[in-house]
């Protein structure tokens, strides 16, 4: 999961296996598998470092599993 603020503040958190694409309007707009979308403050880079991050700390929980 990721965590968004949209555009009144309200804090989101989103599954990154449903985002679908992301648009710069020039608010951010995330939209989903299931058709939904959310009109985001924060920029399409500071979404892919979250997604980076994500994935990053799945793969090192991983690793760490199979050191075990």
Do not use: W
């Not at 979308?37 to 994935?55: A, C, H, P, T």
């Amino acid at each position: 999961m990721i965590r968004l603020e949209r555009l009144n503040g309200e804090v989101l958190y989103l599954n990154v296996f449903q985002i679908l694409f992301l648009e710069s309007i020039p608010e951010t707009k995330v939209k989903l598998a299931n058709g939904d979308f959310y009109l985001v403050k924060d920029s399409i880079d500071s979404i892919n470092r979250q997604i980076q991050q994500f994935f990053h700390a799945c793969l090192s929980a991983d690793k760490s599993q199979d050191s075990e």
